[in-house]
T-cell receptor, first 110, second 107 residues
Framework: NAGVTQTPKFRILKIGQSMTLQCTQD?????MYWYRQDPGMGLKLIYY???????DKGEVPNGYNVSRSTTEDFPLRLELAAPSQTSVYFC?????????FGEGSRLTVL | RKEVEQDPGPFNVPEGATVAFNCTYS??????FFWYRQDCRKEPKLLMS???SGNEDGRFTAQLNRASQYISLLIRDSKLSDSATYLC????????FGAGTTVTVRA
């Protein structure tokens, strides 16, 4: 049972480059989330989705975009990468209650 | 004011000790409460849900005080393997995380 799968696990970007972090879940969960976690800090919500075709901003959406064309997939797009976006990114999904997390994507912007 | 606030610690305790810490939340309409555990550089994993009447799971006890808007976690008979960061999570339709409380259990 795969659960929540994130790719890539590691990536180094140059300032101004763009990339997409992929997230897919096989549990048929309606709710999906993207969080970022800076070193020594808690998780901050970037975007979330309550179902296919519906997305909304979290606490820190600037510099990111998302889409939710299917229940399974919730990609996070970084446009014009900046050093402030260096972080660990976690995708998560749930129905009610427990959040299931992917293993994280460690992004460095130089 | 942050939605969820935790004492960051660190709590440095010997094996076998009891350690307890709290988390406060600002949204009185919050419906669900959880404690997650996060090991260094890993994804958070659910430790336990927190129910209004309080609940135990082995050596872990969680309490919820809606009137004062806080939840607590108590760890009895600490083990080395309990060393981790404990995240308080408060939920309505989205989940808000505290910054975490770091616990280190020493031999």
């Amino acid at each position: 049972n795969a659960g929540v799968t994130q790719t890539p696990k590691f990536r180094i970007l140059k300032i101004g480059q763009s990339m997409t972090l992929q997230c897919t879940q096989d549990m048929n969960h309606n709710y999906m989330y993207w969080y970022r976690q800076d070193p020594g800090m808690g998780l901050k919500l970037i975007y979330y989705s309550v179902g296919a075709g519906i997305t909304d901003k979290g606490e820190v959406p600037n510099g990111y975009n998302v889409s939710r064309s299917t229940t399974e997939d919730f990609p996070l797009r970084l446009e014009l990468a900046a050093p402030s976006q260096t972080s660990v990114y976690f995708c998560a999904s749930r129905v009610v209650g427990e959040l299931f997390f992917g293993e994280g994507s460690r992004l460095t912007v130089l | 004011r942050k939605e969820v606030e935790q004492d960051p610690g660190p709590f440095n305790v010997p094996e076998g000790a009891t350690v307890a810490f709290n988390c406060t939340y600002s949204n009185s309409a919050s419906q669900s409460f959880f404690w997650y555990r996060q090991d260094c550089r890993k994804e958070p994993k659910l430790l336990m849900s927190v129910y209004s009447s309080g609940n135990e799971d082995g050596r872990f006890t969680a309490q919820l005080n809606r009137a004062s808007q806080y939840i607590s976690l108590l760890i009895r008979d600490s083990k080395l393997s309990d060393s981790a960061t404990y995240l308080c999570v408060v939920s309505d339709y989205k989940l808000s995380f505290g910054a975490g409380t770091t616990v280190t259990v020493r031999a």
